[in-house]
């Protein structure tokens, strides 16, 4: 069965017929688009109505015309290098984006899509195009390029601020907050330069402060060394570059000129067209402002688009960020200000304990002052100066600088003393008033005032002191001596917080002072008692020469365990003995005769010396003896020469020749007093050479503390090969001159002994 016929749309009305009899003519004539033919070399020979309409030019006035000569000029340039070499390559283009020029001048946005046709030989014979109006496309594509812009400067001030809340959140000091907000402000906004200014931070103090706090230059960035003067000038004048208020910026221009003349000259000459004044704030307080160059950038070696009087213009958006920024950084110098105060505390608090452990440990107030002296510089004053009482006035007992380069400072002021009274020098002034005494302005006049000469006057001007106080040692009324602080100008002026401290450690200085008077009488008993304890002077013995030296403590009144002896037995051998019993204290001296006198029991049948370590060990406990003690035996044939050494965790001693010097390689068992070894001990063996000298020692020769044993060792054998002589008197007395003729933290026991030639 046939299917029923669809009638033809074609067979209606007899008008439609005709129009679509007529369409091919009319759709191109009349199209919504423009259709033109052209040469190879662009000449057009055809167009629609439509693109003559579009281009404002009739059809006899587009025949012959170059299809280019119809483009903007950015056009023709891309016809010839893209579009014309792209056609010949490919045959066709699709949507390119062009400008043709109208009649009148205007710009006709334009998309072209173009074929090329081409002869049986390959040959191009003619383009075929067709233009479509893009107006609407090209505003819709500008406002999303616009849009796309907006957002993307939206993110890079979201990122700018996100990088400045990370960094000064990790910022410690206002310094390094004042750094990142000078970088991190001068990348968003592109400035050429930038600088912060914060005001100095408020510290109580008795005098009245003034209403407005001086401003400090923290950081700055891009900015030539004329011109950053020419700003800080301005900034501590006040005025436009720290008032309080929102972001403003200050043109380079008449306003400008009438107010800082030589700002706005050193801006002329720098290329920059205007300040930009940035409020750092916290909780509606001002504490400064970052300023920022707009104008040229420098040599970057790209061409800068903005036109001269452009450059110093601020959108309103980078505003609101540096408007932001600024409060952030407040925030950050707040916190950083109030974390460095609370550091300050607990740094004052661990200072007095540290200060506490060192006077507990200290040996006698000389010590006592010189470590405490070390300690307080840098971490509580620049200058540390401690007098005490003497019996014509007051005497440097330590004066330090906790700069390297002035030290030699310290020292000069070291070497001068006070009077009691009468003096207008503010240590003795207050030890006079019994209190303290906060000195708040060191001025060059009152310098002059407080010192006694001229050289005296110069070292107290190099000290560059902004801030001095002086706390009287006081203990039960009686005045022990002063100690006496300083800041510099790198410092600053102490605070109240400061003053506490320093009382507080006058209050222990002046308890362990006291202490050490008290203890001078018992000091003399115990150093009496430790010589009465020694041994007598060795004994002659033919074929050897022997000398001995005993150099007690320097500092503290304690006594210590150090000993020698030189005991000849039967058979004309001697016997050699050195040791060092554990601390200083009556105990230790005691502990010391009673091992000297078993050793001298122990000699009577003549054991070597490891058997004499071993004898020791096994009868400690039943001596009842109450301490350790390290100790060297020795054995030593007179006429073969023959010594046989041990060592109870002892050092080596010292083989000396013309000339020569070395340690013996004797090997330390276990101290005197500590469990016992496994073994006996080792015993060197060897032969004393005629005209050479052993030399047998206690650490305090060797051992500082401010070097390792190592070093004490070399610097020992060094003095030794340079002493020129292996005569015992002569080498213990070069020996102790060397190292030991200063202040001796412990005591020194020398035995020498050399075969005569």
Request: aromatic share 4%; charged share 25%.
């Amino acid at each position: 069965m046939d299917e029923p016929r669809r009638p033809d749309p074609r067979e209606g009305p007899a008008g439609l017929r005709r129009l679509l009899e007529d369409d091919p003519a009319d759709l191109y004539e009349n199209a919504p688009c423009g259709y033109f033919s052209a040469l190879p070399d662009g000449q057009v020979v055809k167009a629609n109505r439509t693109f003559c309409e579009w281009t404002g030019r009739p059809a006899g006035e587009l025949i012959g015309l170059r299809f280019q000569e119809l483009l903007s000029i950015g056009g023709r340039v891309f016809y010839e290098t893209h579009l014309a070499p792209l056609l010949r390559m490919q045959g066709m283009v699709r949507e390119v984006a062009l400008d043709v020029v109208r009649s009148d001048g205007s710009l006709l946005p334009c998309l072209l899509n173009a074929v090329e046709v081409r002869g049986d030989d390959g040959a191009p014979r003619l383009v075929r195009a067709t233009v479509f109006e893009a107006t609407s496309r090209r505003r819709y594509e500008r406002a999303l390029l616009a849009a796309q812009r907006a957002a993307a400067e939206s993110e890079r001030r979201a990122h700018t601020l996100q990088q400045v809340v990370s960094e000064v959140s990790a910022a410690s000091s206002a310094r390094d907050v004042a750094e990142v907000i000078v970088r991190r402000g001068r990348e968003a906004v592109g400035a050429s330069g930038a600088a912060l200014w914060l005001a100095a931070e408020r510290r109580s103090t008795r005098r009245a402060e003034p209403s407005v706090p001086p401003l400090e230059l923290a950081a700055a960035d891009g900015i030539g060394p004329e011109l950053l003067e020419a700003m800080e000038a301005a900034a501590l004048g006040g005025a436009e570059l720290v008032r309080d208020g929102g972001v403003h910026t200050v043109p380079l221009g008449a306003g400008l000129r009438s107010v800082w003349p030589w700002l706005a000259a050193a801006m002329e000459d720098a290329g920059q067209e205007a300040l930009v004044v940035v409020p750092v704030d916290a909780d509606a307080r001002h504490l400064g402002a970052l300023v920022l160059l707009l104008g040229v950038t420098g040599d970057t070696g790209l061409i800068d688009l903005t036109p001269p009087g452009e450059r110093g213009q601020l959108v309103q958006a980078d505003a609101d960020l540096l408007a932001t920024v600024g409060h952030q950084a407040g925030q950050a110098v707040e916190r950083v200000r109030l974390y460095e105060e609370t550091a300050r505390h607990a740094e004052g608090s661990a200072f007095l304990l540290d200060a506490a452990r060192l006077m507990a440990s200290a040996g006698d107030v000389l010590e006592t002052a010189e470590r405490l002296a070390e300690l307080a510089v840098p971490r509580l004053a620049d200058v540390c100066v401690i007098d005490l009482t003497a019996e014509h006035g007051l005497v440097r007992a330590a004066a330090r600088h906790g700069d390297p380069a002035r030290r030699d400072l310290a020292a000069a002021l070291g070497g001068r003393h006070l009077p009691f009274h009468e003096s207008p020098h503010p240590a003795v002034q207050a030890m006079e008033l019994g209190r303290t005494l906060w000195i708040r302005e060191v001025t060059d006049r009152w310098l002059a005032e407080i010192t006694v000469n001229e050289e005296h006057l110069g070292v107290a001007r190099a000290l560059e002191l902004v801030n001095l106080v002086c706390v009287p040692l006081l203990a039960d009324g009686r005045a022990l001596g002063v100690l006496t602080l300083g800041s510099d100008r790198r410092r600053g002026p102490f605070t109240p917080a400061d003053i506490e401290v320093a009382e507080q450690l006058a209050l222990q200085v002046s308890q362990v002072v006291d202490k050490a008077q008290r203890l001078e009488l018992e000091t003399r008993t115990s150093h009496t008692l430790q010589a009465n304890l020694l041994p007598p002077a060795p004994p002659p013995v033919p074929g050897l020469a022997a000398a001995v030296r005993y150099l007690p403590a320097s500092r503290g009144a304690d006594v210590g365990g150090d000993f020698y002896d030189v005991v000849p037995l039967p058979g004309g051998q001697v016997a050699l003995a050195v040791g060092d019993v554990v601390g200083h204290d009556i105990t230790a001296a005691a502990v010391m005769g009673q091992l000297r006198s078993v050793y001298r029991v122990l000699l009577a049948d003549r054991p070597p010396p490891s058997a004499v370590i071993g004898r020791l060990q096994a009868g400690w406990s039943l001596l009842g003896l109450q301490r350790m003690a390290t100790a060297l035996f020795g054995v030593l044939d007179p006429g073969t020469g023959r010594l046989r050494v041990a060592s109870a965790g002892h050092l080596a001693p010292l083989l000396v020749g013309c000339g020569t010097a070395e340690l013996l390689d004797v090997r330390p068992s276990r101290m005197l007093g500590a469990p016992p070894a496994p073994g006996p001990a080792v015993e060197w063996a060897g032969v004393l050479a005629p005209g050479a000298t052993l030399l047998l020692y206690t650490d305090g020769l060797v051992e500082r503390r401010d070097a390792d044993l190592d070093e004490g060792l070399a610097a020992l054998m060094d003095a030794a090969r340079r002493a020129g002589t292996t005569d015992p008197d002569e080498l213990c007395d070069r020996l102790l001159t060397e190292l030991a003729s200063g202040v001796r933290a412990d005591d020194v026991a020398l035995l020498a002994i050399s075969r005569r030639p």
